[in-house]
């Protein structure tokens, strides 16, 4: 029992590395959601980076000469782990096969990670330190408001009309608090 809670608090910690980009990558090339980041990204990088459109052109084609291998590996990680839980739902599961289905699970998530790390370095190639830092931040706001948008969604009721909210990075306004001088 121990071995087991063990092995499968290894794979939690393991698929932890995985899963989070599974929240935000979209299923097939040519799903709404890719199109509508990339429609994001044309309208918003050039005025946020201070870079032209041809830049900005560029850094999509980066973005898309990476997309459908980091999906193809997100979707084999996927499969790798359901093929673990049907054999981990065994009561005496084989030892060689978990420990091979686990390393081609370590293999798929290295092969991601190498993927970006490739992109990183394209787009690096021609984007200065600050619009790096810039373009990241974009990114995570792109996807805060993705995230965010589906919660919304996902709580409607049906038959409601979802009235849509205009795509692109919000400022918060700042609050002042009555009594604590901020």
Do not use: C, W
């Not at 459908?68 to 030892?95: T, W």
């Amino acid at each position: 029992m121990l071995r087991r809670v063990l092995l499968v608090s290894m794979l939690v910690l393991l698929i932890g590395g995985v899963r989070p980009g599974l929240a935000f990558e979209a299923g097939d090339p040519g799903e709404p959601m890719d199109q509508y980041q990339m429609n994001f990204k044309r309208q918003n990088l050039g005025t946020a980076l201070g870079i032209d459109q041809a830049r900005v052109e560029r850094l999509l084609q980066i973005d898309q000469k990476y997309k459908s291998r980091k999906h193809q590996a997100i979707h084999d990680a996927k499969a790798a782990f359901q093929q673990l839980q049907q054999v981990m739902s065994q009561p005496n599961p084989p030892e060689k096969q978990v420990a091979a289905i686990l390393d081609n699970i370590m293999r798929l998530r290295k092969m991601k990670l190498t993927l970006e790390q490739e992109q990183l370095q394209e787009e690096k190639s021609i984007l200065t330190p600050v619009q790096q830092a810039r373009y990241i931040m974009l990114l995570m706001d792109m996807r805060h408001h993705i995230v965010k948008e589906a919660q919304r969604l996902r709580n409607t009721p049906q038959g409601v009309p979802v009235q849509p909210r205009p795509p692109g990075p919000r400022e918060v306004p700042a609050v002042s608090r009555p009594g604590t001088g901020y």
